[in-house]
């Protein structure tokens, strides 16, 4: 998965006694994401990668030639830590840096081009039906993959109820067709949203429209 690099770079003096400093380069400034695989750059001028040793408190972190991709762990905090053999058998410790860890932020769905507000959405019949698809805008730093796959649907009109099952994200000829024959004060209730992550799959709160007069 690829991640936009936001570099924030750390540099802490050697512990020898040479003007060279160690520099960790990680995306998304000072976070990291649980779920998801974490680019991190580690270099220390004058030291080939080849000498460099990495560990990380709470975490996995793989990887060589100065690339390398950090997992973190439930904990709140994780610190990687970078060694050097600076000679022939003397190694040291040259960089510690910590991050803050976090989950992934829950995406924000939209129908079309209209947002709900505390999960409703007032729309006229003809912006409706110009809005058929849920959508999720993305607004962090981060190339991250979500997609609506499938969600359930309530249609009251005029006291009766029609439901359906949709998979994928766009209302279906069925459901378009309905809502051409709607009137004011009718409603939609889509419910049991099921979106795919990075970190897997999970059902969302519903979105209820209610179908106002012409603007």
Sequence with gaps: ???????????????????DFAVISADKMNVLYRGIDNPISIAVPGITSDKLQVSIKNGTISGSNGHYIVKPGKAVEAIIDVSAEIKPGETQRVASCLFRVLSIPDPIISLGNYRPDNQKIFINKNDLLKNTELKIPWNLPLELKFEV?????????????????????KFNDDMLKIISSMKEGDKIIIENINILGPDGTKMFPGINIQIVDKE
């Design 149 to 169: 796959t499938s969600f359930t649907y309530n249609l009251l009109i005029n006291g009766d109820v029609l439901t359906g099952e949709i998979n994928g994200n």
């Design 1 to 19: 998965m690829s991640i936009v690099f936001i570099s924030l770079m750390i540099t802490i003096p050697l512990y020898s006694q040479t003007a």
